[in-house]
């Protein structure tokens, strides 16, 4: 039988090569495009994301991929609410090497993040800051733009509703991509568009003539007008929001809110005190939705915030729907709507405040 002899220089390089594949593993990559139209290329597997975006905080842990992130942004729990750190345990034990808007990365580095997260307006110093770190950058929207409006906080959308569904929809699939959870993100886009067929169909023929006034009140008299998703779940449910001559998110008189006067008062879960202040405070008592006691504090998971997440479609709009026209959704059951998406993405109950 012949023997064949390795040479010396490989008998030495071949098991220092299969060491270091055993020890590193494969090193595939692939590429994603994010939602301000960026080429990226990523691990095959992501691990150790880092999130310094909210929205997108919300929907992965949605998509059950909590257990792949290693940081978060410094003020997620105001952007998300209290009852936020319930559905994600352990987010608070997290490192915070940022923010929307700034990135410490020295402390980002030690992370090791194999992707970071951040939203579509991030400023330019901040990405060249990441990327000069050698670290893969994906932004997300929420919504879906031309290049020259998707990097704008306060965007100008022609078609606000397409844009946000079309928005909402692709940042799910982005993210089910680059979590490497893509049932999740299909299972959760069928049920948001499931829930807006419904809203659709039975707002279908409200009038545009004498529709409710709404008013969405910020703290510090700030709110939501044209190109942010507040106006789109006021339009869905039939309302008209006053402030839509107000570009944007942006602060607004109170000379404004009293012209306006507006038939009712819509306050985000995250703001909850806003309500209580207004109800108190002299300068407002003259407003319709103040002498009427027509001021909503949202539930939870209605988040109508400036840019839609999931709930804010599958639960969101059918809440304000029939708070605003209850006839019309009278066999609906808001609970137990709740009930089945928390079950279903969150794999927990909803425990209503």
């Known amino acids: ?21 055993v020890v590193a593993g494969p090193t595939w990559a692939r590429e994603v495009t994010d939602q301000v139209g960026n080429k ?11 999130v310094l975006e909210h929205h997108a905080l919300d929907v992965i842990v949605e998509l059950g991929a909590q257990d792949q992130v290693v940081g978060v942004m410094r003020d997620w729990q105001k952007q998300l609410g209290k009852g936020f750190a319930r559905l994600a345990p352990g987010f608070e034990k997290l490192s915070e090497p940022g923010d929307l808007k700034t990135v410490n990365v020295e402390e980002l580095l030690s992370l090791k993040p194999d992707v ?6 991030a400023p330019e110093d901040m990405l060249k800051q990441i990327r000069a770190a050698g670290i893969p950058v994906v932004q997300v929207a929420f919504f879906a733009a031309p290049p020259e409006e998707a990097k704008k906080l306060n965007p100008t959308l022609t078609d606000e509703k397409k844009s946000y569904w079309d928005g909402v929809v692709g940042a ?5 991509a ?35 006034t709404l008013y969405m009140a910020n703290p510090d008299l700030t709110t939501y007008g044209s190109g942010k998703y507040t106006g789109v779940i006021m339009d869905q449910a039939g309302g008209l929001n006053v402030a839509r001559t107000v570009k944007g998110y942006g602060k607004v008189t109170m000379e404004q809110v009293l012209a306006w006067n507006p038939d009712v008062i819509i306050v985000q879960d995250r703001y909850e005190p806003v309500a209580a202040e207004i ?6 008592q003259s407003v ?60 927990t109950d909803y425990v209503a405040k």
């Open 40 to 50: 990226v290329t990523i691990p095959d597997t992501i691990s150790r994301a880092v």
């Open 178 to 212: 680059v979590f490497g959870k893509e049932d999740g993100a299909h299972k959760l886009v069928a049920y948001m568009t499931r829930e807006r067929a419904l809203v659709d169909q039975r707002t279908a023929n409200l009038p545009e003539e004498g529709r409710t």
């Open 279 to 284: 109800r108190k405070d002299a300068a407002w």
């Open 116 to 121: 970071v997260i951040v939203t579509h307006y």
């Open 172 to 176: 799910v699939n982005l993210l089910g």
């Open 1 to 21: 039988m012949a023997i064949v002899q390795t040479p010396r220089l490989w008998r030495v390089f071949i098991p220092l090569v299969l060491g270091l594949l």
């Open 288 to 347: 319709a939705a103040v002498k009427n006691d027509r001021i909503y504090v949202t539930p939870e998971y209605v988040k109508p915030w400036g840019h839609p997440v999931p709930e804010s479609i599958a639960l969101g709009e059918i809440w304000m729907a029939k708070m605003l026209h209850p006839d019309l959704f009278k066999d609906i059951d808001l609970d137990k709507n709740a009930q089945d998406f928390y079950q279903a993405f969150y794999r």
